[in-house]
């Protein structure tokens, strides 16, 4: 049976949407004529789903981070309890509230019930079910401990969502001072100071240079801040632009790793994303080689990833791990020395959560160092330029105020 997306009128005219199970459009119209409505629509979800991926502009929705740790847990939950994969995901479809996930959801059910794999089925869905997810059910299911690998990655993707939660909540604060600054200066400039200082301005009287070079600065704001404005947006849209092509955004992330601090942060979160992603691989039974190809393609910087993809032709050519990624020079010597003595022990899973972990809590840490020091340098620096402003407008009345004087 395969999964139905219907549009439908009732007694009353109104219009009702919904997801039903059959074997083919015609058995789900006659289902809604047995219910009393009027079909207007039936289209099966898989084929809607492959048509929507054929254009870039597609409403395909994906999966919160919240929403794939959720479903995950549950379906971990009933295999656990012995309930048939296909059951398992009807009863997943039913808990959920949103119409569209409830439809993704039969839809695979729909496919499993096929005779298709679960992990073949997920991969219909690739915006919500990536790559990562696809392959490690994949290893579960022939493994035979398909619940825990779920339970894994219910883990992981909880983690994920966890750091960026919390690396989001620290960023509010300091992205909302720095906008603050940017329109308390603008203001100043543009408004305060021209009102100000016009009266210095006919006198003909010499003005300190201090009030000369803010009253430059106001001028430009006023002329070109609109025109300044579109220009950096255009910059950034070039830039990005630019970065489409896979050889200069290899370029461009070989520099961050070279800049002091935001390189070390790359690394970081890089090498913590490999380790946790090859940990659960190996936990699920995936060869080494495979968890590295895959491990390696959930890495965001280019320089590191085909680092990996290194790595992993000199595994293959029988070097240990800890070496091939040694070779690379990309990661960092705790994470090194750690696989090392995983690959000696034969607990390399544990190590390889342990350095993520670490790798985790470094980030965190830094993240709260770089943000205490970065408040109080903000407001300094706010206050360094209004009070510039300030004795830019006050200078000329303490020069008026001595002449008059005299």
Aim: overall charge neutral; proline content about 3%; glycine content about 6%.
């Amino acid at each position: 049976m395969a999964a139905f997306e219907y549009a439908a009128l009732d007694s009353t005219g109104r219009q009702k949407k919904g997801v039903l199970e059959g074997d083919t459009p015609r058995q789900i119209r006659n289902q809604l004529r047995d219910k009393g409505l009027t079909p207007l629509n039936v289209e099966a979800v898989i084929s809607k789903q492959k048509a929507q991926s054929k254009f870039s502009f597609s409403t395909n929705r994906t999966l919160t981070a919240a929403d794939l740790s959720l479903l995950t847990r549950q379906i971990a939950t009933l295999v656990q309890a012995a309930l048939p994969i296909e059951e398992s995901l009807k009863a997943v479809a039913e808990q959920c509230e949103k119409d569209w996930i409830k439809s993704m959801m039969l839809a695979v059910r729909a496919r499993v019930v096929e005779g298709h794999t679960l992990a073949d089925a997920l991969r219909e869905f690739p915006s919500s079910f990536d790559n990562l997810y696809c392959s490690m059910v994949a290893a579960g299911e022939k493994s035979g401990f398909l619940a825990g690998v779920l339970q894994r990655l219910a883990d992981y993707t909880e983690k994920r969502q966890y750091l960026r939660n919390k690396v989001t909540v620290a960023l509010i604060y300091p992205a909302f001072l720095v906008f603050v600054a940017l329109v308390v200066v603008s203001f100043l400039l543009s408004y305060v100071v021209p009102m100000v200082v016009e009266q210095f301005t006919t006198m003909n009287a010499e003005l300190p240079i201090l009030t000369i070079i803010i009253i430059a600065l106001s001028e430009f704001i006023q002329s070109w801040g609109l025109l300044l404005i579109v220009g950096i947006i255009g910059f950034v849209a070039f830039i990005r632009y630019l970065l489409r092509s896979e050889s200069r955004r290899t370029t461009w992330h070989s520099l961050i790793l070279k800049l002091p601090l935001i390189g070390k942060v790359t690394r970081g979160l890089n090498s913590a994303r490999f380790a946790r992603t090859l940990s659960i691989m190996a936990a699920s039974g995936v060869p080494l080689l495979d968890g590295l190809k895959i491990s390696g393609e959930v890495m965001t910087n280019l320089v590191m990833r085909n680092a990996v993809f290194d790595a992993a032709l000199m595994v293959r050519e029988g070097a240990s791990l800890r070496r091939s990624l040694a070779e690379t020079g990309h990661f960092p010597p705790m994470m090194l020395h750690m696989i090392a003595s995983g690959e000696n022990s034969g607990e390399l899973e544990q190590m390889l959560e342990r350095t993520a972990d670490h790798q985790d809590q470094d980030f965190e840490t830094l993240v709260s160092i770089s943000l205490g020091l970065f408040e109080p340098i903000m407001i300094l620096v706010m206050g360094i330029l209004v009070l510039l402003i300030v004795l830019a407008i006050l200078l000329p009345i303490f020069q008026l105020n001595q002449l008059v004087g005299v």
